[in-house]
């Protein structure tokens, strides 16, 4: 269960490690969560139809204290340093995604100061995750990257937003190019992404 806001001049809530540490409209101090997430990507590949390829699996975002204890001003720098999850496309089978270090572009964002309702105190504060993953097709023999950012957005109560959801905005259009020939034309087209976060992994 978690419970009403503290005091906007309390101390910053010890990390949060299960489910009772979970505080409504609480700053947390920073740490590492390791979290399951589940994914639903709608993607079209060249040369097969468009589909939603649901993935299953986890992340790792490491977080920042917050720039303030209190919930309405403050703000979060936030990193994935961890993508690993699986679907399967009944075009062309397995998919394996994961964060794409390779390109030099780090994945990460921030949850923003202020809150979604200006004028409400307790209300969700907006988080911006700017990710560079990439996608194995093994069927297909190629794994494809996004040199642009996929944005995921998520409206969060508390922190980590366990039990929470996102994605990207409506009119998403992430291009898609191989790994073997990045500057190519590209090979797919990343087109919306949902979110769902879970628990802490057993073994985090």
Known sequence: MLSQKQSSTATLAPNPKKLSDLHLFTMSEGGLDRLNFITWDT???????EETIEFHGYYAIERANPTSADWAEASIDIKMRELSVDG????FGPIHASVNDSIG???GGQVRPGTVYPDVADSPKLCQMYGYMQFELSALGMTVFNKEP???EHKITHVP?????GGTREATEVNMYRMDDPDGEPVAVLKRVRTHIGAWLESN
């Open 43 to 49: 993607i079209a590949v060249k040369g097969f139809a």
């Open 88 to 91: 399967v496309s009944q075009n």
């Open 105 to 107: 572009k780090e994945s």
């Open 150 to 152: 996929i944005l995921l």
């Open 161 to 165: 937003p366990i039990g929470q959801g």
